[in-house]
């Protein structure tokens, strides 16, 4: 916007260019459904390994408790690094990452992330 009284013409001024526009939410946030969705596939396929791989080899408890870490693993070390990166979609997966785990954890009451401690008795 030019200055009061300033000619409309001359403005912006020579040299001034206007910063690129904002990206919207929408990008991240469809990238934390997408996260979300990747995890809840991982934690598929790591329960599995644990429930019939794992288990069959080495102690079910302790069986449980790799496949716990390795699933808290994957979801904050995996989703916290895709956090820092600039990238909106790398970053949409890494906070989709955190809140499968957070929602697999609230909806099946820690069975299938290993918070459950009826697991480990």
Request: glycine letters at 16%; charged letters at 5%.
């Amino acid at each position: 916007m030019p200055p009061q009284g300033g000619d409309p013409s001359n403005w912006p001024p020579p040299g001034y260019w206007q910063p690129p526009p904002r990206r919207s939410g929408g990008e991240i946030f469809a990238a934390a459904v997408v996260g979300a969705m990747i995890y809840v596939a991982i934690n598929v396929v790591v329960g599995l390994m644990v429930v019939f791989g794992l288990a069959e080899a080495i102690r079910p408890n302790t069986a449980v408790i790799a496949g716990a870490s390795a699933l808290a693993l994957i979801a904050f070390g995996a989703g916290g690094a895709l956090v820092t990166v600039r990238d909106p979609w790398a970053r949409g997966i890494g906070m989709g990452l955190m809140i499968g785990w957070a929602l697999t954890s609230i909806v099946t009451v820690g069975y299938c992330t290993g918070l459950n401690p009826v697991l480990y008795g």
